[in-house]
């Protein structure tokens, strides 16, 4: 392929979704990740501080999402014209729980004192939702089956023990965020509960990391034969040893006081294990058989979107981090503007 | 997808953007109304317009976040149930979602938490700025709804090539011919529907005889805007039938429940009619005389097509635009109404009192809605057959996605909606019943010591919620 616009406008635009995509599993991994840990909460002070903990960043950050699906359809739409179709139901139940999980940070101060159901649905909308994210992550990595611009398998063919696996580990991976980020930004014992927790999910995320590491050279030969044949072997081996430093780092970091370094360690996991998914599948868009480069907009679309998204990102980022700033330091009891 | 498929996936996309288009036309307005409450409060320095804002803010983050949940669901579902739409026009049309994730979204989503909580952290000129950018977001996101959609209804500078249709002059794809007019519209709908909900909560109050200075400040806010607002909106209106009568003719004639255009005019205006599609006439009607040339070609005598003049397949469904146009304009005709006699009461300085007006203006709180949900029946309805005109049909434009997944996920949407949304209204109200109540002071140092939200229990107000 020629080096031209045709060959770097899709590189360019992979980069950027898988960019905001990645922010997205961070950023609002961390406050699906409060929701999956609420049913551990032990006393109503401790949920209202858990939900205050994120309560100003979640909107923020579940429009990551938007991008990233949005900038699927805008750079490479055969790829999401065949993707959303075959990976429906998990999409549309991920959307669903999003519901229930969005309108419980309002709902629930409203309804108070009976608020019990929101609780709930908060809980249970964010555990879903992150299942469901799972699953469509499974469903992608195992391939998904087209014909003539057009998804062709059935309704329920994302549905495998493989995906179902990613589905149960991204719950644990999400809250083993959420954990981390409540022991940066709470004091007391829900800080310490949440060490606590963050070390049980940590043990799950390793389990699950080794277990997909195993199990998709293993399923699919393609993926085999990117991590193990020369000379690729030679420079992929510290992504492994570097995940298990990483691990290392955040088992002590959850021994020391109160702070954030447990739950950026976490990030680092989340970072590796995706970086170790890019180099899994690139440049498949969709797999098996679609790439970026045939699954992209045409250039003229691309550079159109890519002159918004050079101007607009470092200012979203820059508002981004703002509230952030804004909003440092310990969340205390009692604080909201409800 | 067979054609059962696709008309459940078309009840499944009316359903939710129905459903979604509610929390948009509330909060455009409620956002502008609280950044107007908090730059006043900065002006005059009366707590009054503070404790009007903080009211209105409960209210708007439920309904914000209600919004935002179901715009979502809309967002993906392009995808999932629409996918022939989003390989066939996708290098048009998603661009310009993709504007609006990054030019609105972001600055709504991200400043929202600001507005929300930064009352007590933020030098108060830094949180009105918020509140403004939250405001602008909003507007910004219709800008590109609209964008996206005015392109739909009418395509401009595009080429089709092998089906698929490509961008070649963005400007033209972005201000399509339709779009400044439908722009002004929908915008103009969003604050006209929040007017009259500020107005009715005061009316309530009123009523209720409590939170009196509170309500008429809502009274008169919401009038003078609502004076302004509503006459303007028939001039928009009209300006955008006239951009319909040019560049969609059959939808026209299907909202004029207009069947012969062939002959000589002049065309009557048909107030109200049963529209018969089989057998090409209506059944009944009242109508009058020189009317129709009148509003819609501005002479006694222009003609338009009639729906007889297309062929079958390419007409649209008559029933909705027909209908769903006479409840839009009779609204927006008791909009005028109304505002014009509350500014006749507030002249003569008769707003206070409680009279056949204000129990009227307490009723108007949902008029603004049911002229949305109408207009926007008048106007995808009657877009049909085609999603793309011109491009691609509806029936053409379905994802591959079985009969069964369609109607599984159809239940879903409205069992969640359902129960969703019903609490949001509920809590709405409830909200609205509690009032405005004095905040703490402004800018104190260190923060409030529970959350504001215990002064629902205050002593007291547990009477206020019973009498819902």
């Not at chain 1, 060959?7 to 599993?25: H, N, Q, R, T």
């Not at chain 1, 549905?159 to 149960?168: A, D, E, I, M």
């Not at chain 2, 008309?7 to 509330?26: C, D, E, G, K, N």
């Not at chain 2, 949902?366 to 691609?392: C, D, H, K, M, S």
């Amino acid at each position: 392929m020629d080096l031209t616009l045709d060959y770097y406008l899709p590189v360019i635009w992979a980069v950027i979704i898988a960019s905001a995509v990645g922010l997205y599993v961070i950023l609002d991994g961390f406050d699906l990740g409060i929701g999956i840990l609420f049913p551990f909460a032990r006393k109503e002070e401790d949920r209202d501080l858990m939900m205050n903990s994120v309560a100003p960043f979640w909107d923020g950050n579940e429009t990551w999402l938007i991008l990233g699906g949005g900038g699927l359809w805008v750079a490479f739409p055969l790829a999401y014209s065949i993707v959303m179709p075959a990976l429906y139901l998990p999409v549309i139940v991920m959307l669903l729980a999003l519901i229930f999980r969005g309108v419980s940070f309002e709902f629930r101060w409203v309804a108070k004192p009976k608020h019990r159901h929101w609780d709930i649905a908060f809980a249970a909308g964010s555990t879903v939702a992150a299942f469901c994210q799972g699953l469509i992550l499974g469903g992608l990595i195992q391939g998904i089956e087209v014909q003539d611009r057009q998804y062709v398998g059935g309704s329920w063919d994302f549905l495998t023990p493989f995906s179902v696996l990613c589905g149960v580990g991204l719950v644990a991976g999400y809250a083993l965020l959420g954990a981390t980020w409540l022991r940066g930004r709470v004091e007391g014992p829900v800080a310490d509960r949440a060490a606590h927790l963050a070390k049980r999910a940590m043990l799950a995320v390793l389990a699950f990391i080794a277990a997909v590491s195993i199990w998709t050279p293993l399923a699919f030969e393609p993926i085999a034969d990117r991590w193990f044949s020369t000379p690729n072997i030679y420079f992929l081996w510290p992504v492994p040893v570097l995940t298990a430093l990483l691990g290392l780092g955040l088992w002590v970091g959850l021994h020391r006081p109160a702070g954030y370094s447990p739950f950026f360690f976490s990030i680092g996991l989340f970072l590796l294990s995706y970086l170790g998914l890019a180099i899994s599948t690139f440049p498949l868009l969709v797999p098996p058989s679609v790439t970026i480069w045939e699954a992209a907009a045409v250039p003229a679309s691309q550079i159109f979107s890519l002159i918004g998204v050079t101007f607009m990102l470092p200012i979203v980022l820059g508002y981004t981090v703002f509230v952030y700033w804004t909003f440092r330091g310990k969340v205390r009891p009692g604080e909201g503007y409800h | 997808m067979d054609m059962d498929a696709v008309m459940l996936a078309r009840i499944q996309f009316a359903f939710t953007v129905s459903f979604h288009i509610i929390f948009p036309s509330l909060t455009i307005g409620l956002a502008a109304w609280i950044a107007t409450l908090l730059v006043m409060w900065r002006r005059t320095g009366r707590e009054h317009y503070y404790n009007l804002a903080r009211f209105w803010t409960r209210i708007f983050a439920v309904s914000f976040a209600m919004g935002v949940v179901s715009g979502i669901v809309l967002s993906y579902q392009f995808g999932t149930n629409w996918s022939r739409f989003s390989d066939v026009v996708g290098n048009v049309v998603a661009p310009l979602i993709g504007y609006e994730v990054l030019t609105a979204f972001f600055l709504e989503a991200t400043f929202l938490g600001i507005m929300l909580f930064g009352w007590n952290r933020l030098p108060p000129w830094l949180h009105v700025t918020a509140a403004i950018c939250v405001a602008v977001g909003t507007t910004l996101s219709a800008f590109w709804i609209l964008s996206a959609n005015s392109w739909m209804q009418f395509p401009a500078g595009h080429v089709v090539r092998d089906g698929i249709a490509y961008p070649d002059d963005w400007l033209k794809i972005i201000f399509s011919p339709t779009f400044h007019w439908r722009f002004l519209h929908m915008l103009t709908a969003a604050y006209l529907t929040t007017c009259f909900v500020v107005i009715a909560v005061g009316a309530r109050y009123l009523i209720a005889g409590k939170h009196r200075e509170h309500a008429l400040t809502m009274l008169r806010m919401g009038l003078g805007m609502a004076m302004v607002l509503a006459p303007l909106q028939a001039f928009f209106g009209d300006s955008s039938g006239q951009s319909v009568r040019v560049h969609q003719p059959a939808k026209l004639a299907a909202i004029e429940g207009h069947w012969d255009g062939d002959e000589p005019g002049p065309v009557p205006l048909i107030l109200f009619a049963i529209p018969n599609e089989k057998e090409e006439r209506n059944d009944f009607q009242i109508a009058v005389p020189y009317l129709g040339s009148i509003i819609l070609t501005h002479s006694l005598d222009g003609t338009f097509p009639g729906l007889k003049q297309f062929a079958p397949e390419d007409r649209p469904p008559v029933w909705g635009p027909f209908f769903g146009f006479r409840v839009m304009v009779g609204i927006g005709v008791l909009m005028i109404l109304v505002a014009w006699w509350g500014g006749y009461l507030w002249r003569r300085g008769r707003l206070g009192e409680v009279t056949l007006f204000t129990r009227v203006a307490a009723l108007m709180w949902p008029t603004g809605f049911i002229a949305v949900l109408a207009g926007w029946l008048v106007t995808e309805n009657g877009r049909q057959p085609w999603v793309a005109t011109g491009i691609l049909r509806t029936a053409d434009a379905a994802s591959p996605v079985s009969y069964t997944a369609v109607l599984t996920t159809l239940i879903l949407f409205v069992v969640v909606y359902s129960v969703v949304f019903s609490f949001g209204i509920y809590y709405i109200n409830r909200l609205i019943n509690r009032g405005p109540v004095d905040a703490p002071p402004v800018g104190a140092t260190g923060l409030p010591s529970r959350p504001i939200t215990g002064m629902g229990r205050r002593p007291g107000s547990e009477i206020a919620e019973v009498e819902v």
